[in-house]
């Protein structure tokens, strides 16, 4: 499929090679060959608030942007899956490999909440990209599924081999696997955050009142990536819901400015 130039927004539905569709908004505004993709986070989608809020902002700033939904969540085909990192790093693959195709030039990536691990880990496995903007990912991985399926999810689900999700009126919603539960558990952030180029530029933004990821995991990301830039946002919740000023405008900063850090040998 052609891009044209000068879009206000279109839809676009890419192929993967195991055949199934992802779809995804670009807004292109400049007709210049760079393209920043946004990624969204945990059970969410394109039309996330948080990152449709990022796209408007580089939008107003004659950005051109590229927002999709990842395979099982919004408008992409397949069946939701909890954790599902791997498969979220080949669903981007694919959509960089789709510009990459139509001559355009990935300028940076940005992925909020469980978005944000993704693209770290992309960059992790793939040194193609030269700027990578983490909103309050997750450090450890570990951390955050008891919140989310009780104290005892690994008994259960060891015992049963999955524990089914429900909504507050006792609607079943998905089912999470056990495989699933390992996998998030085997990933170690630390370890792939080391495998990062340290010509890539990373930034990671957090809310200092972040309730769902807390505010010491960024502390750890800036410890350990080699070419890393912290901003702190005073107050803001895990989706800068009165702060989306002080978000976008860290967001814009890092895209326009050059932001060389001097690299450790």
Known sequence: MAINAKTEQKKITLEKDNGSKLVGLLHDETGSPDVVILCHGYRS???????VEIADALKKDKISTFRFDFSGNGESEGTFQYSNYSGEVEDLRAVIGYFTRNNRRISALIGHSKGGNVVLLYASKYHDIGKVINVSGRFHLDQGIADRFGADYLERIKKDGYIDVKNRKGKFEYRVMKQCV??????NMN???LLIDKECRVLTIHGSADEITPLADAFQFDKIIPNHKLEIVKGASHCYTVHKVELTSAVLSFIKDDFLQQVPL
Do not use: A, G
Request: glycine share 0%.
């Open 45 to 51: 989608s394109k039309e996330s608030r948080t990152i």
């Open 182 to 187: 390992m996998d998030r558990l085997d990933i």
């Open 191 to 193: 370890d792939s955050c």
